[in-house]
């Protein structure tokens, strides 16, 4: 009862500041003021930026084309900072090319996948200036896809203007709220300094405790649904984590900017309750694995790979959270849960993160499987299907089934691929079904932009840092380039008018739709991997017990 206590009010926190946080949101992405402090701040930007203002509406192809091109160009500036580290940070090691383009995949997609120890491996400048910054790019990046999506459904003749997007985005969002969460860290004890060592006189022997840019860090990595800390065991370091506060914190800012993105949704297309619907059906998901978390834990769980100080009943929710949230933070290991709570885990991931999901990219991807489940009632009912007024044609639809089954076939590719490269099968710390769990788990992560691993692979090899680069890029571009194509289909299909009675997209029934096409689609695809993986572990756990 206590875990199930702490789930709902985790959740309920988490609701109710979704409600003013989308409000903001949908202020600053679908209803700027056209005049006002808020408007001359935002043209003095532009102009700043751009030498001159520039809010025309883009069509779909020149939004993705900049989509495309502005990551590319964050892809190639982090992978060359990072292999000339060596010329300006004297005494850490060279990064390999294919561990230095792996990095730069990862922070560019949103993904934060680590297979390397930070604050040995990386300079605290190159952790601010090429991670922190590619932080909030990527979060942004996020942002502005779903608020083109958004838009092809509200009667816009355009998707809006890219670096609109982005720059309001980080400026009246991401950068006051980082910055006002940094600040409580630094009050909690979460160092934020520019000194490489602290030289930690501690008994019988003096040891060196690397510091940097903590904070800052870790207030974007949560709330940008980034992920990658400072430290090589993320939020279980106790510089990274030191409270319970910043524990509490942590974990409310995993969910709420992804949370506030439904809300905001809702408010855009006039249809509050239709939002409310979403985020109910997020909500009941979201609770429903965390629960079966809590029960695996409780029937073989322990204290292995869980910090005292912050307990099981946390380290569930945080688990839970982190998957849902294509976050992939962690402050307990994950290869270190029963297979139960770790196969919630990888059903998450599997969903293709749209449990709340990440910033932007959580709402983007939920839209696809809202459109699917209206399409598929439609056909059942003997009616045209249609969503916001737009006709489901074959034409509208097909972008849809690509963005949602994509991700499957690149996952069960890789998954194949990885254990037959003996480079790849050997990286595995263990043997039996947990050993292709850990595969299973770490090509979820990548394609699922989440970040997270069992902490049993050693990923830093050329094979895995091949397979998860490749993993990343398409998990990312290849979901967004389906769905902007949709956008662009959607928005010239619409005619706003609703032409024969459709289904309710609110109310419990709706609720229930959702829920099951997500779980047949997103779940289900991939549950021969699950039988065969943690399936498989929980029946030797049992046997052995």
Known sequence: MTDIASITFFLASVLIAAIPL??????????????????????????LLVGKRDSGGHSWRQYLGGVLAFNLIGLLALFFMLLLQPLWARGLPAIPWHGALNIAASFVTNTNWQWYAGEVTLHPATQALGLGVQNFLSAACGLAVFAAL?????AWTHCGNLWDDVRRSIVFLLLPASLVLACVFVAQGIPQTIDAWMFHDASPQAQNVPLGPVASQVAIKQLGSNGGGFYNVNSSHPLENPTWVTNALQQWALLALPAACVIAFGMALKKPR????????MSVMFVAGAVVMAAGEGQFGSMEGKDVRIGTASSIIWAAATTSASNGSVNAMHSSLTPLAGAVAMANMATGEVIFGGIGSGMYGMVMYVVLTVFLCGLMIGRTPEYQGVKLTANVMWPVVVALLLPTFIIILLVCLAI?????????STTGPHALSEIIYAVLSAVGNNGSAFAGLAAGGPEWTSITTAGMLLG??????????????????????????????????????LIGTIVLVGVLTAAPMFVLGPGADYLLQVVHQ
């Open 476 to 513: 990312r571009f290849g979901v967004i380039v389906p769905v902007m194509m949709f956008a662009g289909r959607a928005a010239k299909a619409a005619s706003h008018q609703q032409r024969s009675v459709q289904l309710s997209t609110e109310g419990p029934l709706f609720v229930t739709l």
């Open 420 to 428: 037959m490269v003996p480079g790849a099968s050997a990286a595995v």
């Open 22 to 47: 989308g409000w903001w949101l949908h202020t600053i992405l679908f209803a700027f003021p056209e005049r006002g402090l808020l408007f001359r701040l935002d043209a003095w930007l532009s102009t």
């Open 274 to 281: 239709h939002g409310a619907a979403i985020a109910a059906a």
């Open 150 to 154: 958004t838009r092809s459904l509200m």
